[in-house]
């Protein structure tokens, strides 16, 4: 549970140009070079309009998984499970700015107080049933051994870490160690994978899309079918 810009070396489609642009506007935003065609950023803005948003309030408690509300079926491996509050193994993600903005979360800043996912020591699985281009989510307390895969087919096809989108956050409990990172792809995906080595990755808030992630400003982004 434990920002700077760094090269990203991706292709210039048109989702990296919007992303180069917002250098000079003050956005986080890297690409991983493990992972050519992906856009990573991590912003006040929270989701873009039009991602279908899901604040996973509707999963059962416990490692046994489930559908969401939206349709993602949920699963766990390890001691990985939906959970509300904290403990000596996971603690909520820290809501601040707009990072709740459309999930049904108090205006208030404070520890998320719904339902949130953690990976334990293992992992939890999003799939999203068809191809998508973009994801976003409320990732609290990371780590550097916290780890995002996404998949195709069962295929992985790309992953994001820590130094991706922050530095050395060290599993900050607080508003500094909480970030939505949002995530393009030139690829399909359709699972997300939140897994960990120690305790833990913990995640709320999913939006997703089959549209192409475009960041056009400090606070805003947009999808472009």
């Not at 070396?9 to 180069?20: E, L």
């Not at 998984?65 to 403990?87: C, E, K, L, P």
């Not at 508003?175 to 709320?204: K, M, P, Q, R």
């Amino acid at each position: 549970m434990s920002g700077g810009i760094e090269n990203w070396g991706m292709q210039m489609s048109m989702i990296t140009k919007f992303a180069a642009a917002l250098i000079g506007l003050g956005v986080v935003a890297f690409g991983n070079a493990a992972s050519a065609g992906i856009t990573v950023t991590a912003n006040i803005g929270g989701a873009p309009t039009g991602a279908i948003l899901d604040n996973l309030n509707a999963l059962p408690l416990g490692g046994s998984g489930g559908t969401s509300a939206t349709g993602i079926a949920v699963t766990f491996t390890g001691d990985g499970q939906a959970v509300t509050g904290q403990t000596g193994q996971y603690a909520p993600p820290y809501l601040s700015g707009l990072n709740g903005t459309g999930f049904g979360n108090a205006p208030i800043p404070g520890q998320d107080n719904s339902v949130y996912l953690t990976s334990g020591i293992g992992s939890t699985t999003l799939n999203f049933g068809s191809n998508m281009h973009y994801v976003g989510l409320l990732w609290g307390s990371v780590d550097a051994y916290n780890t995002l895969s996404l998949y195709s087919l069962g295929n992985l096809v790309g992953t994001i870490i820590e130094s991706d989108f922050a530095n050395n956050v060290n599993g900050d409990q607080g508003t500094n160690g909480t970030y939505y990172v949002n995530i393009g792809t030139t690829f399909a995906f359709d699972t997300l994978v939140a897994s960990s080595t120690h305790y833990a990755f913990e995640l709320d808030n999913i939006a997703y899309s089959p549209d192409q992630y475009c960041p056009t400003s400090v606070t805003n982004c947009t999808l472009v079918p």
